[in-house]
């Protein structure tokens, strides 16, 4: 079965420390990864969204894909007390049976920056 | 008012309840999803509507039945749940239509979600 893997976490980074996510997807054919930060009790953001292999900045955060690892990454930089969340990575490709594509979440990275 | 809207924002019922969630977009967007996030399992897609048509129903169980009157606006109609059917049900938009490769280049952007509570 083609999946999205995340560590579900938790993971802890002292404030002003680099905190890294990581995910992995098994459908080479997928072309577009997206990250979602969610908040307890709300909906998920959407904050990254990368296609194309190497990095992507975009503020504090940076996205990094290595196709052919089939691995995507969210560094987050000088983390803040506010970027404590859920992290969900979201990859496109052919997960669902009827052949179509669809957007496929990860269960989610739980971030926790400590004061 | 923007972006996606969702009513209720919770949601008690028993077993042998009728109920409708509400889901409306303003964001010119064509295709609309229902997901299902229950605790420490990833989203589920439900259904994908393309253009006011059902693109996917991810064999989910009759008892959730979706209604696409236009582009803006999108049902879960509920009937006969499951205490196993409560979780945050969220509604989703896009730009593109669901059934072709580039729409999935296209993120997803979510309303406020609803708690559903089965008892």
């Known amino acids: 079965q083609k999946e999205v893997e995340q560590n579900s976490g938790p993971l802890s980074v002292p404030e002003g420390a680099i905190a890294s996510l990581n995910c992995t997807y098994s459908d080479r054919g997928s072309q577009s990864f997206f990250w979602y930060r969610q908040y307890s009790g709300k909906s998920p953001e959407l904050i990254m969204s990368i296609y194309s292999n190497g990095d992507k900045e975009d503020g504090r955060f940076t996205a990094q894909l290595n196709k052919a690892s089939q691995y995507v990454s969210l560094l987050i930089r000088d983390s803040q007390p506010s970027d404590s969340a859920t992290y969900l990575c979201?990859?496109?490709?052919?997960?669902?049976?009827?052949?179509?594509?669809?957007?496929?979440f990860g269960k989610g990275t739980k971030l926790s920056v400590i004061p | 008012e923007t972006g996606v809207t969702q009513t209720p924002r919770h949601l008690v019922m028993g077993m042998t309840n009728k109920k409708s969630l509400k889901c409306e977009q303003h964001?010119?967007?064509?295709?609309m999803y229902w997901y299902k996030q229950s605790a420490k399992k990833p989203l589920e897609l439900m259904f994908v509507?393309?253009?006011?048509?059902?693109?996917e129903n991810n064999s989910v169980p009759s008892r959730f039945s979706p209604e696409c009157p236009n582009s803006s606006h999108l049902f879960l109609h509920l009937h006969t749940l499951q205490p196993e059917d409560s979780a945050l049900y969220l509604c989703a938009s896009s730009q593109g239509t669901a059934d072709s490769f580039s729409s999935y280049n296209s993120p997803l952007h979510f309303g406020n979600g609803t708690r559903l509570t089965v008892t």
């Open positions: 964001l010119g967007h064509n295709a």
């Open positions: 509507y393309s253009l006011e048509e059902r693109v």
């Open positions: 979201a990859v496109n490709g052919r997960y669902s049976g009827a052949g179509s594509y669809q957007l496929t």
